[in-house]
């Protein structure tokens, strides 16, 4: 039975699109998408939307209609998951973890080992940074079952992209559930900073005033390292900066944030953001940042048993891709707290197994 959604329900952007075909494609079920990104000052599919679909239809074996830049509406009719190797050129620098989300809940129910090489953005606005995706996404995942290996072959920044991203996912029977409800102590902070075709020293301000911020508030090690592409080097990519912060617990929590540098910006300004943000976070004594809280929701629904997880903000995002999931997968999550605020979700999670297209 073709599942509709609306692809301006809630916040009304790629995430509807990314999560009802991931979904869609590890259920078996086609999905027809239409309004997609209504809500965006650009609807329809960008490069980087419709890259991910292109990568999600030949690792499902998808039939696609609709499939073209600025579409508004698609139909997706997915086959079987395969294992095997796939490359994906975004062509522009549209985010590669953005691909790797709509990619990903099918990547653990394939016939095999799915290696995937991504090129284009790995520090973008507005999706998480390529050292998010592989410090605190993929790790509490791991908890689940979920196997997976990231690793950043190379930064790529609005405008030219190029940036190299490499994922090795390896197929499972059925994914844990997760408790992820106390955030417990800090054990350490740890961090990377980056600057692409800018001097050394921007890099190291940015830790450096990070550092600053977080002594002063975190009774934990702080443990950022500086990365340094120097001018003259990859000429064909753009100068960017930024940096990304997690703090792990002793509950098996990680909470993490980031910040990006843009012309004017002070290098300072970029530390001491990311480093209060995530002050901000730990404040609220919740397990899951306000980032990860989102990305959690299609895993916690297909797996096996009762999760719940405390998010230091009930985001749009987040609400949204729980009205969705919803929908999909007909699952009852619950939603204690208010958007904006610290809150908890629970979730009996349909135990989805491998090759199981009931």
């Known amino acids: 039975m073709m599942i509709e959604i609306d692809g301006s329900m809630g916040e ?11 979904l869609g494609a590890v259920s078996g079920r086609p999905v027809h998408i239409f309004n997609i990104r209504a809500r965006r000052d650009k609807p329809g599919l960008q490069a980087q939307h419709l890259r991910g679909v292109e990568a999600l ?5 998808a039939e696609v209609r609709g499939g073209a830049l600025n579409s508004t509406e698609l139909t997706f009719i997915p086959g079987e998951i395969q294992g095997g190797r796939y490359r994906v050129d975004i062509g522009t620098a549209g985010s590669t973890t953005l691909v790797l989300q709509i990619i990903m809940p099918a990547a653990a129910f394939a016939s095999g080992p799915i290696d995937i090489e991504i090129r284009g953005g790995t520090d973008n606005p507005m999706a998480p940074p390529i050292d998010y995706m592989k410090n605190v996404t993929v790790p509490i995942l791991r908890l689940m079952g979920y196997r997976c290996e990231v690793e950043c072959l190379r930064r ?28 417990g102590q800090v054990l350490r902070v740890a961090g990377v900073a980056h600057a692409v075709r800018l001097p050394s020293r921007v890099a190291t301000r940015i830790a450096h005033a990070a550092s600053l911020e977080l002594i002063k508030s975190v009774r934990a090690p702080v443990d950022i390292r500086c990365e340094s592409y120097q001018v003259g080097q990859d000429p064909h990519l753009g100068p960017g900066a930024g940096l990304t912060l997690w703090a792990e617990t002793d509950s098996g929590a990680i909470i993490g944030t980031s910040s990006l540098g843009a012309p004017g910006k002070p290098s300072e300004k970029v530390g001491r953001e990311a480093a209060l943000d995530l002050i901000e976070q730990l404040r609220t004594g919740m397990a899951c940042d306000r980032y990860l809280s989102d990305q959690l929701i299609p895993y916690l629904a297909l797996a096996e048993g009762n999760s719940e997880i405390t998010c230091a903000s009930l985001t749009s995002h987040t609400l949204t891709n729980i ?36």
Not at 12 to 22: M, N, P, Q
Not at 156 to 183: C, D, F, T
Request: aromatic share 6%; net charge positive; proline share 5%.
């Open 156 to 183: 790529g920044h609005y405008p030219h992209g190029g940036g190299i991203v490499r994922a090795k996912i390896e197929p499972v029977e059925w994914l844990r559930p997760v408790s992820l409800v106390s955030q």
């Open 323 to 358: 009205d969705l999931v919803r929908k999909v997968l007909d699952v009852d999550f619950r939603v204690f707290g208010e958007l904006g605020r610290p809150g908890k979700i629970t979730v009996t999670g349909i135990g989805f197994k491998k090759m199981d297209k009931s």
């Open 12 to 22: 009304g952007g790629g995430a509807v699109l990314r999560t009802a075909l991931a």
């Open 57 to 61: 239809a030949k690792i499902a074996g």
